[in-house]
T-cell receptor, first 112, second 113 residues
Framework: GQNIDQPTEMTATEGAIVQINCTYQ??????LFWYQQHAGEAPTFLSY????GLEEKGRFSSFLSRSKGYSYLLLKELQMKDSASYLCAVRQSKAAGNKLTFGGGTRVLVKP | DAGVTQSPTHLIKTRGQHVTLRCSPI?????VSWYQQVLGQGPQFIFQ???????GRGNFPDRFSARQFPNYSSELNVNALLLGDSALYLCASRKDRGAGELFFGEGSRLTVL
């Protein structure tokens, strides 16, 4: 089976940096995704890591360590509009069904 | 280009009833997945369809069924509704079976009374 853990909630100040950690246990790892979901809306894609290391995309960066089963999403220069839930999702290999499994989400509240 | 579209957006049913939710993927996308998202939790995988065949199924009872049509649109059916089926049902599409990101629709919010 799969197990994905991320903190339930985090609070940060506008302009600051927040790091959302995600740990996972899976059979047949084939990539890790981060999605952003505003309340009442659909999840939207943020980043994808399949190899170890850091992927940077503007104010958002995502890191992966496959040996540790660990990823983080780094949000820099926080803006009020970044208040949302951030979902970590792990994709299994084709042999294991290609299934994408989500964590419970981390609700980030940005305060002025 | 239109994104993933789902209907209806909101619906209310009573226990024991049946519901059908519909999804049209992004044009050119052949894979459709269904997820259930209970308030305050992450989406839970229900089904994946690719080229009209079921390619994956999550840990949901047989009351849940789905199908994909020749135009790649999909339906999710839930029979004998329970209060616990109240959730946001998300449909997501991708171009191929396994590669690439999922694009989500806005969801169908089901309330079971």
């Amino acid at each position: 089976g799969q197990n994905i853990d991320q903190p339930t909630e985090m609070t940060a100040t506008e302009g600051a940096i927040v790091q959302i950690n995600c740990t996972y246990q899976t059979s047949g790892f084939n990539g890790l995704f981060w999605y952003q979901q505003h309340a009442g809306e659909a999840p939207t894609f943020l980043s994808y890591n399949v190899l170890d290391g850091l992927e940077e995309k503007g104010r958002f960066s995502s890191f992966l360590s496959r040996s540790k089963g660990y990823s983080y999403l780094l949000l820099k220069e926080l803006q009020m509009k970044d208040s949302a839930s951030y979902l970590c999702a792990v994709r299994q290999s084709k042999a294991a069904g290609n299934k994408l499994t989500f964590g419970g989400g981390t609700r980030v509240l940005v305060k002025p | 280009d239109a994104g993933v579209t789902q209907s209806p957006t909101h619906l209310i049913k009573t226990r024991g009833q049946h519901v059908t939710l519909r999804c049209s993927p992004i044009s050119g996308h052949k894979s459709v997945s269904w997820y259930q998202q209970v308030l305050g939790q992450g989406p839970q995988f229900i089904f994946q369809y690719y080229e009209k065949e079921e390619r994956g199924r999550g840990n949901f009872p047989d009351r849940f069924s789905a199908r994909q049509f020749p135009n790649y649109s999909s339906e999710l059916n839930v029979n004998a509704l329970l209060l616990g089926d109240s959730a946001l049902y998300l449909c997501a599409s991708r171009k191929d079976r396994g590669a690439g990101e999922l694009f989500f629709g806005e969801g169908s919010r089901l309330t079971v009374l």
